[in-house]
């Protein structure tokens, strides 16, 4: 099985794991978390700017791949106040989809893996 690295200069490298991964044509994307290009956390407890930084990497990693949106076909979503999420982010996030949209878990954990993190957004998607 081949396995290649889909990276994006938007998105720093983590130690330990990739961002991306394509295996076929399907494209398995690690959670993403409100860091910019720099690795800098943005918006302390702002659950919309966190979501739409998540978002925009993921967005940065599926043009690496040459994919968008449409191909998405499933998210997982953590957030750490269900709430907050439901109720500030629900249009942001139909911004980014594209019907029919991708099938999708949302889940509220006790924390993520930094304390001002807020959401942790997943992603599979298949090319062709």
């Known amino acids: 099985m081949d396995k290649t690295v889909i990276s994006s200069p938007s998105v720093p490298p983590r130690p330990g794991y990739s961002h991306a991964l394509r295996v076929g044509n399907l494209l398995f994307f690690a959670g993403q978390v409100a860091r910019n290009a720099r690795g ?3 918006g302390k407890a702002d659950i919309v700017a966190q979501t739409r930084q998540a978002m925009d990497n993921l967005t940065a990693l599926l043009r690496a791949a040459g994919a968008g949106w449409e191909n998405v ?3 997982n979503i953590y957030v750490t106040d269900m709430a907050a999420f439901r109720d500030a982010t629900g249009q942001l ?3 980014y989809s594209v019907p029919p949209y991708p099938a ?5 954990v006790k924390a993520l893996a930094h304390p001002d993190l ?3 957004i997943e992603a599979i998607a298949v090319l062709g």
């Open 40 to 42: 800098e956390l943005v």
């Open 73 to 75: 076909i499933k998210t």
């Open 93 to 95: 996030r139909l911004s």
């Open 104 to 108: 999708s878990t949302l889940v509220e």
């Open 118 to 120: 807020m959401v942790e």
